[in-house]
């Protein structure tokens, strides 16, 4: 979908930048309808099958074949329509589950991602080797960021389905519209950064613009503001004004221990750029899902 015109103050609203929605791109006649009518000159490649931990461990074959599929006609369509620069999403997940910390760009393939999530992974990792093979044969300026855990407004708060956050942001206000007690998921011990949607937005447009190589970027806030699932609960909690009691549910999966992630070289290029103050962000996604919750997704 075009990016309305004049809904941000940089210069993408001068070039034909195209949100494309994953539907579409399942396919491979109507990913070239869309370029065909768009003829976009960059694209964001954000289309994706995505979910939290439990719908990952169900579903792997089809978060491998659907992702594959998305990310090939996303990105050989865009090498045919000459588009100039495409940035696609991968995720800290595709990092090798055995490793040392904290994990930087260069360790990508070193192993086997955690088995969890192998299907999505992996899909996601040949996202970079696709890239390289475009650039190598064709020359073309397609490169990849790789952000932590993203939350916000307008994500999905479906509590089987969704990510961490949104998932628990939900179930804290059937809990206090219930006057039941906050079920939190596994022993809460992993530990995950978080990036907000509006600092990751923030973030997508400075690569689109200026950054200018093939080799990904990890998007993610520092090693030292990292914190544990129960953390996360606690501050959905605080930012809810939930009183009642926090119960662990050690019979669901904990997934990865941590997966974190170096921001050394992102703060090479930006040493100045401002994350929003995790509370503060929980504040306003809390905020906007109980203002919206008859139209939020769940
Ligand atoms: O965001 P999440 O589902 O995905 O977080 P991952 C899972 C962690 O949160 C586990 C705990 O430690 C869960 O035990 N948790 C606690 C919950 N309560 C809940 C809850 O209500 N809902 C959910 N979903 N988890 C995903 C990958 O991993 O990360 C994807 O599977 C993707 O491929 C995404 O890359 C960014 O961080 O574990």
Redesign the pocket.
């Known amino acids: 979908i075009p990016l309305p015109h004049g809904t941000c103050s940089c210069h993408c609203c001068a070039v034909r930048l195209y949100f494309f929605f994953p539907l579409p791109c399942r396919n491979a006649a109507e990913t070239r309808a869309l370029y065909e009518r768009y003829k976009p000159t960059h694209v964001i490649h954000l289309a994706a099958l995505?979910g939290?931990?439990?719908k990952?461990i169900k579903y792997n074959l089809d978060f491998w074949r659907r992702n594959v599929h998305i990310n090939d006609n996303v990105l050989h369509t865009a090498y045919e329509f000459g588009v100039q620069k495409v940035v696609s999403c991968l995720?800290t997940?595709i990092f090798p589950d055995k490793t040392t910390y904290p994990i930087d760009e260069t360790m990508i393939h070193n192993g086997p991602p955690h088995s969890?999530?192998f299907g999505?992974?992996y899909a996601k990792r040949m996202i970079d080797v696709q890239n390289r093979g475009y650039f190598e044969q064709h020359g073309c300026r397609f490169t990849a960021v790789i952000p932590t855990?993203v939350f916000g407004p307008h994500d999905n708060y479906n509590?089987e389905d969704?990510?961490?956050l949104p998932?628990?942001i939900h179930?804290v206000y059937l809990a206090k519209k219930n006057g039941t007690a906050l079920t939190?998921?596994?022993t809460g011990k992993?530990r995950?950064q978080f990036i907000y949607s509006l600092d990751l937005a923030r973030l997508f447009l400075w690569v689109l613009r200026e950054y200018d190589e093939v080799e990904p970027i990890i998007l993610s806030v520092g090693e030292e503001d990292e914190v544990s699932?129960r953390e996360a609960a606690e501050s959905v909690a605080e930012a809810m004004d939930f009183k009642r009691e926090l119960i662990f549910d050690v019979t669901?999966?904990?997934?990865?221990f941590k997966k974190t992630a170096s921001n050394g070289k992102l703060r090479r290029h930006l040493p100045d750029f401002k994350f929003t103050p995790f509370k503060q962000a929980v504040k306003e996604t809390c905020d906007w899902f109980c203002a919206n919750y008859a139209i939020a997704r769940k």
């Open positions: 995505v939290g931990l439990f990952n995720s997940c969890s999530n999505y992974s855990n509590i969704g990510h961490v998932g628990l179930k939190v998921w596994g992993p995950r699932i669901k999966s904990d997934g990865q």
